[in-house]
């Protein structure tokens, strides 16, 4: 588990500019802890942090998929039928959403709850 930090160790780590840069999730835990975060802090950071990484992953597929199905509709040499019926609506939107925000919940909180 965690591991006894001094209270100038505490200090010194607080007021660092960047203070995941020195470790993976376990140890910035770790941190967080020693100097003074609860649970229920641990865990809003933990699913705040999914949460953005669950959008900018959803708006990259989005418009990926976007530019890919732009690209391919207006390729002669592809014979697909029904190609051209193809789009991204608002289905596809609610569905990445929904996908997006289930995930990072999902993901987000399992670490908090350990």
Same mark, same amino acid.
């Not at 780590?13 to 020693?34: V, W």
């Not at 199905?69 to 939107?93: E, K, N």
């Given at each position: 588990m965690?591991?006894w ?16 840069? +020195?470790g993976g ?8 802890t ?7 802090r641990?865990v809003?950071?933990l ?7 669950? +959008?900018?992953?959803?708006?990259? +597929? ?13 390729? +002669? ?17 609610e ?20």
């Amino acid at each position: 588990m965690c591991r006894w930090i001094d209270p100038a160790h505490r200090l010194r780590k607080s007021l660092e500019p960047s203070p995941g840069a +020195g470790g993976g999730p376990q140890q910035r835990i770790c941190y967080a802890t020693s100097i003074g975060a609860g649970r229920a802090r641990l865990v809003r950071q933990l699913l705040t942090e999914s949460l953005v990484l669950a +959008g900018a992953g959803a708006i990259l +597929g989005l418009g990926s998929a976007y530019a890919i199905l732009s690209y391919l509709s207006h390729q +002669g040499s592809i014979a697909l039928p029904l190609l051209a019926m193809m789009r991204v609506d608002a289905t596809v939107l609610e569905w990445t959403l929904l996908i997006a925000v289930a995930a990072a919940l999902l993901f987000g909180a399992a670490p908090g709850f350990r």
